[in-house]
């Protein structure tokens, strides 16, 4: 009888320590957890200033940061580190960057002071400091059907000809309070402005997150059902929370 070696996986936390703000972190925990619950291995790997992104990332996770925490990650996310994350997710890699992160994951981020901050342009969009922020419970309508979320943040994000959005936002701002988007999508890449932990709360999400890390591992995927009656009473509490508090 072949006793077959357990599946791995490897998630590369960007920058964990400095981009983890509003809960943030929770998503790599639920992405962590819910491999696990399906005896996958997982290995969480930070990866910091000055440090290059490894090949064998099969799921990146970029959280959100103020500002100025903002200013030193953009500076450190240039050049042969821009590449190497570029061509990791055109290699099928999975991501998931939130509000501060997914800012960089487009063309710049123009701060209220300062500079405008150079992303890596794998996302066709630019973001900057808008007149006021956006706090508050969100409700997307996506293809992986409605997401909750908690959005804090001042940034509008403005996405580029055919660039496809996360979703339609039913309660709340999103990418800029105005044309109805939030977030963006590229191959396995999805951007958005949903902090909460977004993850723990939407496990359809999650596991998509999963599978698409399996298959980048092993070419395919395949992730049995576990009870999430915990996650579908934390995502309806949310939701009813949005619709009766906007
Ligand atoms: N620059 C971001 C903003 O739009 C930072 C906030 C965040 O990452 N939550 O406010």
Not at 116 to 134: C, H, K, Q, V, W
Not at 167 to 179: E, L, T
Not at 205 to 229: F, K, N
Request: charged share 20%.
């Amino acid at each position: 009888m072949t006793t077959e070696s357990p599946r791995c996986l490897v998630v590369g936390w960007l920058y964990g320590t400095k981009m983890n703000i509003y809960g943030d972190r929770g998503n790599v925990l639920a992405i962590a957890q819910r491999a696990r619950w399906r005896d996958i291995d997982v290995e969480i790997r930070e990866i910091g200033f000055g440090e290059s992104i490894p090949d064998d990332v099969d799921i990146f996770f970029w959280g959100g940061g103020q500002d100025q925490e903002q200013v030193a990650v953009s500076h450190d996310m240039q050049g042969e580190k821009a590449e190497q994350l570029r061509t990791s997710i055109e290699n099928g890699a999975a991501m998931l960057a939130v509000c501060g992160g997914y800012q960089l994951l487009g063309h710049e981020y123009r701060p209220h002071n300062g500079e405008p901050l150079r992303g890596i342009g794998l996302f066709d969009a630019t973001s900057m400091a808008g007149p006021e922020r956006f706090i508050g419970n969100v409700v997307v309508n996506s293809r992986w059907g409605i997401l909750v979320g908690f959005e804090n943040h001042s940034g509008l994000t403005w996405l580029g000809e055919g660039v496809e959005p996360l979703g339609k936002i039913q309660v709340g701002c999103g990418n800029n309070g105005q044309d109805g988007t939030e977030g963006a999508i590229y191959r396995n890449a999805i951007g958005c402005y949903l902090h909460g932990a977004l993850l723990p709360k939407n496990p359809a999400l999650t596991d998509w997150l999963v599978e698409m890390g399996l298959r980048h591992r092993y070419g395919s995927a395949d992730l049995p059902a576990i009870d999430d009656d915990l996650e579908r009473r934390a995502h309806e509490t949310a939701m009813q929370r949005a619709f009766t508090t906007r």
